[in-house]
T-cell receptor
Framework: GDSVTQMEGPVTLSEEAFLTINCTYT??????LFWYVQYPGEGLQLLLK???ADDKGSNKGFEATYRKETTSFHLEKGSVQVSDSAVYFC??????????????WGLGTSLAVNP | GEEVAQTPKHLVRGEGQKAKLYCAPI?????VFWYQQVLKNEFKFLIS????????ETGMPKERFSAKCLPNSPCSLEIQATKLEDSAVYFC??????????????FGNGTRLTVT
């Protein structure tokens, strides 16, 4: 079945460091890919998305490129801030028949950014 | 409204008691999803609705869990006879219908259920 694998955390960085959180997936067909972020004590927010191969999603300085050849959607940011401390979830939207829009989730990667 | 509203924010129940959680999706969104976050990071899909119709309930523990989305009312998730392992944060999400493949889910802030 469809699945998402994220790098395990926690990830601890200093402010202004470069961030990469790896995400790979297995899926039949052509899923859409998402990164969600969960700040402490809050619900999930969509960070960025990509709907087809080679698409690049970007938001708030974060980027991820949909790589079909490597089945990856790694999240990157050139210079992290303390306010980026959160849990990041990679997810895919299954494209099976019918209207089922269940998201398949990675287990999340906790990021802590120190000043 | 413009955001998914979940109530209550916190809910404490003794083992065996009933718990009922509510979710008001964003106005105009036809799909509603419930997720359970037991461990800090792990999300488990429970059930989805298209309007008032159950769409996918493969994640629901059917013996004690039930859910409804009725017209002109918030959606609800009910747990009869709660158990300790039901302690979790329950998230509701909604999405539009126009673009099924890539329309993102909008999440509420969750209801933290503690079963003692």
């Amino acid at each position: 079945g469809d699945s998402v694998t994220q790098m395990e955390g926690p990830v601890t960085l200093s402010e202004e460091a470069f961030l990469t959180i790896n995400c790979t997936y297995t899926a039949t067909g052509y899923p859409s890919l998402f990164w969600y972020v969960q700040y402490p004590g809050e619900g999930l927010q969509l960070l960025l998305k990509a709907t087809k191969a080679d698409d690049k999603g970007s938001n708030k300085g974060f980027e991820a490129t949909y790589r079909k050849e490597t089945t990856s959607f790694h999240l990157e940011k050139g210079s992290v801030q303390v306010s980026d401390s959160a849990v990041y979830f990679c997810a895919l939207s299954a494209t099976n028949a019918g209207n089922n829009r269940k998201l398949i989730w990675g287990l999340g990667t906790s990021l802590a950014v120190n000043p | 409204g413009e955001e998914v509203a979940q109530t209550p924010k916190h809910l404490v129940r003794g083992e065996g008691q009933k718990a009922k959680l509510y979710c008001a999706p964003i106005k105009g969104h036809s799909y509603v999803f419930w997720y359970q976050q037991v461990l800090k990071n792990e999300f488990k899909f429970l059930i989805s609705f298209q309007n008032e119709n159950v769409f996918d309930e493969t994640g629901m523990p059917k013996e004690r869990f039930s859910a409804k989305c009725l017209p002109n009312s918030p959606c609800s998730l009910e747990i009869q006879a709660t158990k300790l392992e039901d302690s979790a944060v329950y998230f509701c999400a909604s999405s539009q219908t126009s673009d099924r493949k890539s329309s993102p889910l909008h999440f509420g802030n969750g209801t933290r259920l503690t079963v003692t």
